[in-house]
């Protein structure tokens, strides 16, 4: 079989380099002095982002090889970019106090609703009297709210309050009251309980 047959020289799939020529509307290399065709982009640099040079694949290769993206930059100018970069060259504020996200969502809060009228219609929200004067409700364990709901009291009440609605939880029910009817003994017995888990906890 002959290697140098015309035959088989029809069947080359792709010219030799020294035979690529650009087809028509086909970029050529933009590599001074090459005619190839350019099939391959390569970033134009630094501040040139989205640009690029179309070179053949053995000049793209070349050009890669001595590519610098940091290329004319100081030290100082390097450097301050690489602290930027850890953070995408986003703005960043200091942890604690009023930060950035913040100032910047209360701004953007006071620019939308600056000349709107602006109402509570369910009164979800109230004035800020009404929430300043408004007492916190203190985040009480489950056994502790029960103990206070069987005295009668909600999760805002105070020793002095405990105190006082035990005692008299204890006078109405106790059975010398009722002639030694024992009927309410067994309510009795709850409210002393639930008082003695709230001495516990020292709600009292």
Not at 6 to 22: F, H, M, N, Q, S
Not at 174 to 203: C, F, N, Q, T
């Amino acid at each position: 079989m002959k290697l140098n047959s015309k035959y088989l020289e029809g069947l080359r799939i792709r010219p030799r380099a020294d035979e690529e020529t650009p087809r028509s509307g086909q970029p050529r290399c933009e590599w001074p002095g090459c005619e190839r065709p350019a099939e391959h982009p390569a970033p134009k640099g630094r501040d040139r982002e989205g640009e690029y040079f179309l070179f053949c694949i053995e000049h793209v290769r070349q050009y890669n090889k001595s590519y610098n993206y940091f290329s004319g930059m100081a030290d100082e100018e390097l450097r301050e970019w690489l602290e930027r970069n850890t953070t995408g060259h986003r703005p960043t504020w200091r942890m604690g106090g009023r930060s950035g996200a913040a100032h910047g969502a209360a701004a953007r809060g006071a620019a939308f609703s600056a000349g709107r009228p602006w109402r509570d219609a369910h009164g979800l929200f109230g004035n800020a009297a009404s929430r300043a004067q408004r007492p916190r409700r203190r985040a009480l364990p489950p056994v502790i709210i029960e103990a206070l709901h069987t005295l009668g009291l909600d999760e805002d009440a105070d020793a002095r309050l405990i105190k006082a609605r035990y005692k008299k939880l204890v006078k109405e029910l106790h059975p010398d009251v009722h002639g030694g009817d024992k009927s309410r003994e067994a309510r009795l017995r709850e409210v002393i309980d639930a008082y003695h888990k709230l001495r516990k906890a020292r709600m009292v």
